[in-house]
């Protein structure tokens, strides 16, 4: 069973930056199509951004032209550069994985956008 650690979150202003991480066990990390999602307490998980095992990229409209995914297939590891972040999109993020109809989950970090 794949397992996925997601790190890189934390505090930041408005209009800021950050990169989240997304590391996968796996030895076979390039078959599987990665994604990140978010959640607010009370509000379903949100669709950000996946990037198939082609490299072909989609994102939710929420964060087109802001956020870019992207994955490295040596390290087992899938980004998430956000730029110009608002106060709404503060969540916890989560990583998935994707395979025949399989998805698997990571465990979440916590993306505040404060002043």
């Known amino acids: 069973q794949v397992q996925l650690v997601e790190s890189g979150g934390g505090l930041v202003q408005p209009g800021g930056s950050l990169t989240l991480s997304c590391a996968a066990s796996?030895?076979?990390?390039?078959?599987?199509?990665m994604g990140w999602s978010r959640q607010t307490p009370g509000k379903q998980r949100e669709f950000i951004a996946e990037?198939?095992?082609?490299?072909?990229?989609n994102y939710g409209d929420s964060v087109n032209g802001r956020f870019t995914i992207s994955r490295d297939n040596a390290k087992n590891t899938v980004y998430l550069q956000m730029n110009s972040l608002k106060p709404e999109d503060t969540a916890v993020y989560y990583c998935?994985?994707?395979?025949?109809?399989?998805?698997?989950w990571g465990q979440g970090t916590q993306v505040t956008v404060s002043s």
């Open positions: 998935n994985a994707a395979y025949r109809g399989l998805r698997i």
């Open positions: 796996t030895t076979i990390f390039s078959i599987y199509t």
């Open positions: 990037i198939t095992t082609g490299g072909t990229t």
